[in-house]
């Protein structure tokens, strides 16, 4: 019963470097979102895919991109890491990206940038 | 744009005891739905409670309850005999079936439980 998984869990990225966080559910959901944690923040909406083969931008998009692979699998890359996206990136899943559908998290990735 | 307030940074509870977290929002939809979600120290997100704003009964999961005030845009979170297993982050959160932010989030309340 894995549900939702990330991978890596650690990372650590000089600056500049690029980096591909993946994520896979098993859950058959249609749509699948990435999210940063940062201190005092909350959460917020990087990217998210509401279906197999659409992606959109969500709050904080910018030296992110993302790649919905297939149902299952939605990576978000980062081409050129910088200091500011030291952060924990969680993944998520949903049944439809509707606001009443509850989202499934993994484990989240915590990524340093130095 | 819709907002979530988490107005207490940090709570704590002895053992047993009831607490309750406060949460505020603000959103111009009239479809929208309330969540709490816990992240313990594992840091994994887990949904406690949902909340659809069309239903006036607050919902309850357990020990877990809500208290939904949709005029005062006020949905606060109580955890009766309260447990060791409950210190968390606790997120208060608003979904809307528009605009490209499904879910917003609150900035989260450490909760502390007190031997």
């Known amino acids: 019963n894995a549900g939702v998984t990330q991978t890596p869990k650690f990372q650590v990225l000089k600056t500049g470097q690029s980096m591909t966080l993946q994520c896979a559910q098993d859950m058959n959901h249609n749509s699948m979102y990435w999210y940063r944690q940062d201190p005092g923040m909350g959460l917020r909406l990087i990217y998210y895919s509401a279906s197999e083969g659409t992606t959109d931008k969500g709050e904080v998009p910018n030296g992110y991109n993302v790649s919905r692979l297939n149902k299952r699998e939605f990576s978000l890359r980062l081409e050129s890491a910088a200091p500011s996206q030291t952060s924990v990136y969680f993944c998520a899943s949903s049944e439809e990206s509707r606001g009443n559908q509850p989202q499934h998290f993994g484990d989240g990735t915590r990524l340093s940038i130095l | 744009a819709q907002t979530v307030t988490q107005s207490q940074p940090e709570m704590s509870v002895q053992e047993a005891e009831t607490v309750t977290l406060s949460c505020t929002y603000d959103t111009s939809e009239s479809d929208y739905y309330l969540f709490w979600y816990k992240q313990p120290p594992s840091r994994q997100m887990i949904l406690v409670i949902r909340q659809e704003a069309y239903k006036q009964q607050n919902a309850t999961e357990n020990r877990f309850s809500v208290n939904f005030q949709k005029a005062a845009k006020s949905f606060s979170l109580k955890i009766s005999d309260s447990q060791l297993g409950d210190a968390a982050m606790y997120f208060c959160?608003?979904?809307?079936?528009?605009?490209?932010?499904?879910?917003?989030f609150g900035t989260g309340t450490r909760l502390t439980i007190i031997p």
């Open positions: 959160a608003l979904g809307t079936n528009f605009g490209n932010e499904k879910l917003t």
